[in-house]
């Protein structure tokens, strides 16, 4: 069994992969604070839950592989892989890591690991070119060209991060529950925002896509050849309203690292 760990900014996602087939996952909150010794009792309740484990802390996982965006955490999980999973094989992605897809960025230590790590699994999943759209903490695009290439991306503010500037900076408005309204055009404060929140960012989406893809294709090239990936825990809020999804995937990134962990794996 194979235990991929996403950290985001707001939420890790960890998953059980038992070959190909995630057969179990969590999504649990990113916290800096916690130590080596509380992830490891975390990870430790969590997956006691799974018939396919043992009692004791390891027993059943065969292989480790972290992403993190937040340094203080991958720096604690590091500790968590030597003292509590000594024996078994990790891989953390970090510079020097063998992903198979080469990064056409100035400096492409600056990119999240995460969003390799999505732009690996699409080219295995779906090819290039493609671009794969993450409704995280931050709402991301990121494309790849058609040999395969993370070609470079665009970065905008996140859904719960939009909602929660408008509750602190309007005088008269309030944080909301991230919900469909009833109509476009709200009938009260309430669903005016969520109008304004749900089909402002499904139009982000196509817009920013549209003129991605066209980038992607090139002088003469179709933008419809252009496959278009949502993932992310807030894509299914989207997925019904914008119009240029093709694919949704929401473990993609999941799938990335047990990718990357195969392909680095042999090498140890």
Same mark, same amino acid.
């Given at each position: 069994?194979?235990?991929?760990?996403?950290?985001?900014?707001?939420?890790?996602?960890?998953?059980?992969?038992?070959?190909?087939?995630? %057969?179990? =996952?969590?999504?649990?909150?990113?916290?800096? !604070?916690?130590?080596? &010794?509380?992830? +490891? $009792? *975390?990870?430790?309740?969590?997956?006691?839950?799974?018939?396919?484990?043992?009692?004791?802390?390891?027993?059943?996982?065969?292989?480790?592989?972290?992403?993190?965006?937040?340094?203080? %955490?991958? =720096?604690?999980?590091?500790?968590?892989?030597? !003292?509590?999973?000594? &024996?078994?094989? +990790? $891989? *953390?992605?970090?510079?020097?890591?063998?992903?198979?897809?080469?990064?056409?960025?100035?400096?492409?230590?600056?990119?999240?690991?995460?969003?390799?790590?999505?732009?690996?699994?699409? %080219?295995?999943?779906?090819?290039?070119?493609?671009?794969?759209?993450?409704?995280?903490?931050?709402?991301?695009?990121?494309?790849?060209?058609?040999?395969?290439?993370?070609?470079?991306?665009?970065?905008?503010?996140?859904?719960?991060i939009s909602v929660e500037a408008l509750g602190v900076r309007g005088a008269q408005l309030r944080k909301?529950?991230?919900?469909?309204?009833?109509?476009?055009?709200?009938?009260?404060?309430?669903?005016?925002?969520?109008?304004?929140?749900?089909?402002?960012?499904?139009?982000?989406?196509?817009?920013?896509?549209?003129?991605?893809?066209?980038?992607?294709?090139?002088?003469?090239?179709d933008p419809d050849d252009v496959t278009v990936i949502a993932t992310g825990g807030l894509a299914p809020?989207?997925?019904?309203?914008?119009?240029?999804?093709?694919?949704h995937e929401p473990w993609l990134t999941l799938i990335g690292l047990r990718l990357v962990y195969e392909?680095?794996?042999?090498?140890?």
């Amino acid at each position: 069994m194979l235990l991929t760990i996403d950290v985001g900014n707001t939420h890790t996602v960890l998953g059980l992969f038992d070959g190909e087939d995630i %057969v179990e =996952h969590w999504r649990i909150s990113t916290d800096a !604070r916690r130590t080596a &010794d509380e992830l +490891a $009792v *975390l990870l430790h309740g969590l997956m006691g839950m799974h018939p396919l484990l043992g009692d004791e802390l390891g027993d059943g996982i065969d292989g480790i592989a972290i992403c993190s965006t937040v340094p203080s %955490v991958l =720096h604690e999980l590091r500790e968590v892989t030597r !003292r509590y999973y000594g &024996d078994v094989p +990790a $891989v *953390l992605v970090e510079p020097g890591i063998k992903t198979g897809v080469p990064i056409l960025m100035d400096n492409p230590k600056e990119v999240g690991a995460d969003r390799i790590i999505n732009a690996v699994a699409a %080219v295995e999943l779906y090819g290039g070119p493609a671009i794969v759209v993450d409704f995280g903490t931050a709402t991301t695009f990121d494309a790849v060209s058609a040999r395969g290439e993370y070609a470079g991306g665009v970065i905008a503010p996140g859904i719960e991060i939009s909602v929660e500037a408008l509750g602190v900076r309007g005088a008269q408005l309030r944080k909301i529950e991230l919900a469909r309204p009833r109509s476009v055009i709200g009938k009260n404060t309430v669903e005016a925002m969520q109008a304004g929140i749900l089909y402002g960012f499904a139009g982000q989406v196509d817009g920013v896509v549209n003129r991605m893809a066209r980038e992607l294709a090139g002088a003469g090239g179709d933008p419809d050849d252009v496959t278009v990936i949502a993932t992310g825990g807030l894509a299914p809020m989207v997925l019904g309203e914008a119009s240029v999804i093709d694919e949704h995937e929401p473990w993609l990134t999941l799938i990335g690292l047990r990718l990357v962990y195969e392909r680095n794996i042999s090498r140890t």
